[in-house]
């Protein structure tokens, strides 16, 4: 840091410093959202000032009304974004201009494709809208002053976007900012009254904030907008449906979210009663890059008579709806409203219970009529939506309705099942819905716990994802009358679909092998806690399940790590021939290593850990040697 006068210099850091220079060099595509950009900040620095002001009423100041004006000069080739918001100190403008947040930028920089077009549509999601300024400046000054401070203490802000920035103390009159940028060569264009008229009506138009249009300098030709407002500057969500079409609907969501995609679906309803309050909310078409951190923030604003008051966290809608973005605007909330209060109100219970219910309707109506736009959205946000089986039992039934399945029976990989789907197909005399956990979707289609109910033609779910233990084991136990069953946990129980037949053969191969079944558990002693003969098993020697009172494998990986259940079960097949020749000579001096490598294959195929590699290959080789005659020799 350099000191000079009262100027400052100060150097980026290295990450800003990499923006800065895409931002000049590469997002041309779509320069016009540098405004966009700009005119949204000034929206939230009004909003954040009228918050401000509920416990603090000394800054009002001189109560001008809210208003950003954008200017600009022909002569000086200049572009001026001004607003009478909640301003910044010297320290805000360093912490919220002079840095990013090196998360966000790390990840903006991560999801650049090289599209400009697309990547222009990630500026606003990462929180650098301010300097997509540089697009089409090559010098930006921003003046500013935060409401309650004395006018000796404005702040003069400058860069060319080269890596340095300097600071100086200013006097200033009136709070809020002002950003001029000076125009690099070749973007003359945007020094046009019908020009930036019509980008501000493009992107913000439903900015609740009258934005007024203004030029400056004796040489233009173009005539002044005079004080009028250009945009509608009303709440979207307060004006009637019937005057709104779904462009409206759209422009506003992208304003909101700095997404240019469209949303899949969003739902505007005005609540009446006990409690009044209005609902806008939306269904992104994509997952935004947050949407695992824990700390990442919910996409609904509070408003309490069209006053922003807070971001969600997690009162008004519940964590598995994340993904969800809108406004709910209250008119029984205290305008005071805090954190602490909503957790006790009933009004905010009320909100909650009627939002939830309307956009799990959404999606049912999706789910539907539009197949295939459900199927995007379950792309995106079906692992979410599934924590609700968890966290949310009054609407559990709903949600049920909405999970998706890949099975045994998909054409494809993708998840298209439902359990409604599988209900319906079930074949007589089958009373259970069958499910597999499994690590990875291809380590489920492989399973030769499988292998039995295919041979019958028995649909099994195939589940992969960390979440689905919590969505089958103890959540939700039944659907439509059926009890949900693991094909990996216990004996197999085909109900009506086993003959007597089978039985009679299950019975009598355990009385057939019962002298090797205890051998080969006295030789697995402290790995499996039993061995027992196979009824789910058609072509494979052997695998391992969970007993029947232990907890499902998944959960069990979980809790342990090695991917066995605590209480390992090794089934062996007593029609695969390995098996058969075991049986018929259990004096064989090896039988202990044939038991041991049946155990370590069977933890392979379960995607389990092998604790011990080295005795499983010694083991292995031993037997491949005294197989090929090599003791022999």
Not at 469 to 491: D, F, H, I, M, P
């Amino acid at each position: 840091m350099t000191s000079q006068a009262n100027a400052e210099t100060f150097t980026f850091q290295a990450e800003v410093t990499q923006l800065l220079d895409l931002m000049a060099h590469s997002l041309y595509s779509n320069k016009e959202i540098f405004l966009r950009e700009l005119i949204s900040n000034a929206s939230d620095a009004i909003d954040r000032l009228r918050f401000e002001r509920l416990s603090r009423p000394d800054l009002g100041e001189d109560d001008d009304p809210p208003r950003i004006r954008v200017e600009y000069d022909k002569d000086a080739r200049t572009i001026t974004v001004a607003d009478n918001g909640i301003g910044m100190s010297r320290a805000e403008v360093i912490d919220n201009i002079g840095t990013i947040a090196r998360s966000g930028t790390a990840e903006f920089l991560r999801a650049l494709s090289g599209d400009q077009r697309g990547d222009a549509a990630l500026i606003g999601q990462f929180g650098v809208g301010f300097y997509s300024a540089f697009v089409v400046a090559d010098r930006v000054t921003l003046t500013t002053r935060r409401a309650g401070a004395s006018a000796e203490e404005g702040v003069r802000w400058s860069s060319d976007g080269k890596g340095e920035y300097t600071l100086e103390t200013v006097e200033r009159a009136e709070r809020g900012t002002t950003i001029v940028l000076h125009l690099r060569e070749g973007e003359e264009d945007l020094l046009n009254e019908h020009r930036l008229r019509s980008i501000i009506k493009k992107y913000s138009d439903h900015i609740s904030v009258p934005i007024v249009l203004g030029a400056q300098g004796g040489s233009g030709t173009d005539q002044a907008g005079g004080e009028s407002p250009v945009n509608q500057a009303s709440a979207l969500w307060t004006r009637p449906k019937n005057e709104l079409a779904e462009r409206d609907y759209h422009d506003f969501y992208r304003h909101i979210t700095n997404d240019f995609s469209d949303p899949l679906a969003y739902l505007h309803a005005k609540v009446e009663g006990r409690y009044e309050y209005t609902l806008l909310l939306y269904i992104p078409s994509h997952a935004p890059y947050d949407l695992w951190m824990p700390q990442a923030r919910q996409g609904v604003r509070l408003h309490v008579q069209r006053v922003f008051i807070l971001e969600d966290n997690g009162r008004l809608l519940p964590k598995y709806l994340r993904f969800v973005r809108g406004v709910i605007d209250s008119a029984d909330l205290p305008l005071n409203v805090s954190r602490e209060m909503l957790q006790g109100s009933r009004a905010v219970d009320h909100i909650r219970s009627t939002a939830v219910k309307r956009v799990l309707r959404l999606l049912k109506d999706m789910a539907d009529n539009e197949p295939d736009k459900y199927a995007e959205f379950w792309k995106q946000f079906g692992s979410v939506l599934k924590e609700g089986i968890a966290d949310d039992p009054a609407n559990r039934e709903d949600i049920a309705e909405l999970l998706r399945f890949t099975s045994t029976h998909s054409a494809t990989q993708e998840p298209d099942v439902s359990l409604h789907d599988y209900v319906g197909r079930m074949k007589e005399g089958q009373d259970k819905i069958y499910y597999l956990l499994a690590p990875t979707l291809a380590a489920a289609t492989a399973s030769p716990h499988l292998e039995a109910f295919r041979k019958k033609g028995i649909e099994v779910l195939l589940l992969s994802e960390a979440v689905d233990n919590w969505v089958v084991t103890g959540l939700l136990q039944e659907y439509g009358g059926k009890r949900l069953q693991s094909v990996a946990q216990g004996v197999p129980d085909f109900g009506d679909l086993a003959d007597e037949a089978e039985k009679q053969e299950a019975e009598q191969a355990a009385a057939d092998y019962a002298d090797l079944l205890g051998k080969l558990k006295e030789a697995l002693s402290g790995k499996a806690w039993d061995v027992r003969v196979s009824s789910r098993l058609t072509t494979s020697p052997a695998c391992i399940v969970a007993n029947e009172a232990d907890t499902e494998l998944t959960l069990a990986r979980r809790l342990r790590g090695s991917g066995l259940p605590n209480q390992p079960v090794l089934e062996i097949n007593p029609r695969h021939p390995l098996v058969e020749r075991l049986n018929r000579d259990l004096d064989d001096p090896r039988l202990a290593d044939w038991a041991h490598v049946l155990f370590t294959q069977a933890v392979l195929t379960l995607g389990a850990r092998v604790d011990d590699p080295s005795d499983f290959v010694n083991r292995l080789n031993g037997l491949l040697v005294d197989l090929t005659g090599g003791a022999g020799d």
